[in-house]
């Protein structure tokens, strides 16, 4: 067989590689050629799996040279043939598509070394291939030569074009790329597409309409699910036998011309003959399925890129909203802080169509969305706070979750990072104590200590109450997973030298648990500026939310009443109860991750059961991936 010329640095490509393929299965292979200094195969750079293909670097040219003749078209594990070549580091000579050629109606018996044998008399072949079906394997009746000189190629052509092949006669011309083939197509055609017709229209007013334009070789009138006509008109040559020559070029310039002008004359227009009233044709050039879904595709994707930033910062994404809210009350909701463009609420697909519980509110200007942002984020609509925040597209959102879960895996396994830093969501309440100084022992969140064995209610204390002094939570939960808003004294270990007389402060009992205020007509929002008192009517109102074990009921009226730490102590007793039902092993630690949510997003843990066991299970992946040191 004959090869193309080999370059100096006797490297290999060998490609249509099974995906188990691996270095040392190659080295086996090769070895047995001559030595062979290297082997790598190609991976994707995220999944390390194969590309299925890889380079070979011999110690010699010669040995380079022999594999290239006596391995190439192998099969290993008895998969399909490799295919190997010389490796060349620029591509130009590749994607110039010099001495490329493309042969089609081949026998399906004919696999890449009959191709190589027959085309090899022509001159050096850089790569041959024959296209095969992915899954079985089969020929697909088309494959490519790829000659080192275009004198080869155009040999090959003259010679080979219109013979026949094991019975059949094959095609052999220059190889075009998709994209040029594709941009010819939209320029030289013959087949015109028609929709829009006349429920009652025949082939024969489409014979006799058409036939002004030139002659028609064929035509189909066809009718959608819906039951609307359409029809193809094709203007070209008559379509001869599979293996006759093809079409002359002067033959298909004039049934170009004639779909030009028949599109030109009918294209948005009403025909009295096709159309019913005063409703307009549809005619324009035939495209195949796949192209005129990668047409549209690229279509919509423009269309919603041009939104996306004409709309930016003004489209608000709301969710946790109301059943019973609609898109009317979501604009009456919003629409005092600007003027709306649009305001929509999803719904699913049941009859009738429930919502979903999320919507969008697209404003005029940034501004007034910045506002309602400001004052609706948390605002309490029909018992539920809302979440309100910008509408983000979905990659976007899912590339910033990646960031947040990776900072968050990476506070988890340093816990070594001061918990004072920005964006890190701990606040410090209190000031550093000074070296030396112990905290006093409280059973939780500043609440003096009861008896042995008793929690801050009185009842039975959980076990991530007592664990550790000052603090509510075990020794072996890191601090990233204790509670904002914690002091940061209790945090601290102590220092090694002796308290100091003039630098130690003075201990005093903590103050007791502040009895429950009077109610009051409004809520403190923490996600809201508070400038106004919202009030709360009884439609606004969230139900007391019951927990089976606790003896009072958590209302919204009894957590503005109380400090946010006391919020965070009697969400967590809560939180702990029915998180032990579910998890006890692992409650404490499940307790402590999910108090570092917000007090509104806790409250829809408490209602839903559904969705507080879709947070325990998340905690757990979490523990699970990534273990904390006991």
Same mark, same amino acid.
């Given at each position: 067989?004959?090869? *193309? ?11 249509? &590689? ?7 299965? #190659? ?40 594999? #290239? ?116 197509? *939209? ?13 009652? %229209? ?12 030139? *002659? ?64 307009? %044709? ?118 910033? &979750? ?83 808003? *914690? ?117 829809? #843990? ?25």
């Amino acid at each position: 067989m004959s090869t *193309a010329q080999q370059p100096q640095n006797a490297s290999l490509y060998v490609g249509d &590689l099974p995906l188990d393929v691996t270095e040392a299965m #190659l080295f086996d292979l090769f070895k047995a050629v001559g030595p062979v200094l290297s082997i790598r195969v190609c991976r994707d750079a995220v999944t390390r799996r194969s590309l299925g293909y890889a380079y070979v670097n011999f110690q010699s040219a010669t040995d380079a040279e022999r594999a #290239l003749e006596t391995l190439n078209y192998h099969q290993i594990k008895g998969k399909k043939p490799i295919r190997i070549m010389w490796s060349h580091r620029d591509p130009g000579l590749r994607k110039s598509g010099s001495g490329n050629v493309f042969i089609k109606n081949l026998h399906k018996s004919i696999d890449n070394q009959t191709l190589y044998d027959t085309f090899s008399q022509f001159g050096n072949i850089l790569s041959c291939k024959v296209a095969t079906d992915y899954t079985t394997g089969e020929s697909r009746g088309y494959g490519f030569v790829h000659f080192e000189s275009e004198d080869s190629a155009k040999a090959a052509i003259e010679k080979v074009n219109g013979m026949l092949l094991k019975s059949l006669q094959v095609f052999v011309g220059r190889f075009v790329r998709r994209s040029q083939r594709q941009q010819d197509g *939209a320029t030289i055609f013959t087949n015109v597409f028609v929709k829009d017709l006349k429920q009652d %229209v025949t082939e024969s007013d489409l014979q006799a309409y058409f036939g002004q334009f030139g *002659a028609i070789s064929s035509m189909c009138l066809r009718r959608d699910k819906k039951g609307r006509p359409f029809a193809f008109v094709d203007f070209g040559p008559p379509k001869g036998e599979p293996n006759s020559e093809p079409p002359s070029d002067e033959a298909v310039a004039a049934g170009n011309a004639n779909a030009l002008k028949a599109i030109e004359a009918t294209h948005d227009k009403v025909i009295p003959e096709l159309s019913e009233g005063e409703s307009k %044709v549809y005619a324009g050039r035939a495209q195949k399925l796949k192209e005129r879904q990668e047409e549209l595709k690229k279509k919509y994707a423009q269309m919603k890129a041009r939104r996306m930033n004409e709309f930016s910062g003004s489209n608000l994404f709301v969710k946790n909203l109301d059943d019973s809210i609609d898109d009317q009350m979501l604009r009456e909701a919003f629409e005092r802080f600007g003027e709306i463009s649009s305001c929509k609420v999803m719904l699913d697909d049941k009859i009738p169509p429930v919502s979903k519980g999320f919507g969008f509110v697209c404003f005029k200007d940034p501004e007034s969305a910045n506002k309602a942002i400001a004052e609706m984020n948390g605002h309490l609509l029909i018992a539920k706070p809302l979440y309100v925040n910008v509408a983000q597209r979905k990659e976007v959102r899912r590339a910033t &979750l990646e960031i947040q879960y990776a900072a968050r895996l990476g506070r988890m396994t340093n816990p070594a990072v001061p918990q004072s830093q920005p964006g890190m969501g701990f606040q410090q309440m209190f000031p550093p104590p000074p070296p030396g100084y112990y905290p006093p022992p409280t059973s939780f969140m500043g609440y003096p200590p009861g008896p042995a064995g008793r929690g801050v209610m009185g009842g039975p204390g959980p076990k991530w109450q007592s664990a550790m002094p000052g603090m509510g939570f075990p020794a072996s939960i890191p601090p990233q997973f204790m509670m904002r808003g *914690a002091p940061q004294a209790a945090r601290r270990p102590a220092s090694r030298g002796a308290p100091s007389p003039s630098r130690a402060m003075p201990t005093r009992a903590p103050a007791p648990p502040k009895l429950a205020a009077p109610p009051q007509a409004f809520v403190y929002n923490k996600q809201a500026r508070n400038k106004e008192q919202v009030p709360l009517t009884s439609a606004g109102a969230i139900p007391p939310v019951m927990v089976p074990g606790q003896a009072e009921p958590l209302t919204t009226q009894s957590l503005a009443n109380m400090t946010p730490e006391q919020q965070k102590n009697t969400l967590g007793e809560r939180l702990f109860t029915l998180i032990t039902r579910v998890e006890p092993d692992n409650a404490a630690k499940i307790t402590g991750m999910l108090l570092e949510m917000d007090v509104s997003e806790i409250l829809m #843990l408490l209602e839903s059961g559904p969705l507080l066991n879709t947070k325990i299970a998340e905690a757990l992946e979490v523990l699970k991936n990534h273990p904390m040191q006991q």
